[in-house]
């Protein structure tokens, strides 16, 4: 399974990118997916993730109420919808894929298959 992330970008403090996340493969209907970022000098983190059928999901605390995470499984496309962006959420942000398994995780470790990053900077 390939995944392709787009909706980079630079914003000013308070605007809002859409990034979106298209699968090539036959088991995205059926794959948990979630959203990380890594910022310049810092560990890769969770932002959020999304069930299969896309009833379920979880945020990071840090853009619980900001970021909104939704899915078209006809589209075989995730995406992460980011309003009121602050400078610290700049970074690369990377979609993951949970092969077969329908069920939203933090744990980066268990996802089986990534995407490219895509840059997002937030100017002050």
């Known amino acids: 399974v390939q995944l392709q992330a787009s909706g980079g970008g630079l914003v000013q403090s308070g605007g809002s990118l859409r990034l979106s996340c298209t699968a090539f493969?036959?088991?995205?209907?059926?794959?948990?997916m979630g959203w990380f970022r890594q910022a310049p000098g810092k560990e890769r983190e969770f932002v959020g993730a999304?069930?299969?059928?896309?009833?379920?999901?979880y945020y990071a605390d840090s853009v619980k109420g900001r970021f909104t995470i939704s899915r078209d499984n006809a589209k075989n496309t995730v995406y992460l919808q980011m309003n009121s962006l602050k400078p610290e959420d700049t970074g690369v942000y990377y979609c993951?894929?949970?092969?077969?398994?329908?069920?939203?995780?933090?744990?980066?470790?268990?996802?089986?298959?990534w995407g490219q990053g895509t840059l997002v900077t937030v100017s002050s």
């Open positions: 999304i069930s299969s059928g896309g009833d379920t999901a």
């Open positions: 993951a894929g949970r092969l077969g398994n329908g069920w939203p995780t933090i744990n980066q470790r268990i996802y089986d298959y």
């Open positions: 493969g036959r088991t995205f209907r059926t794959s948990a």
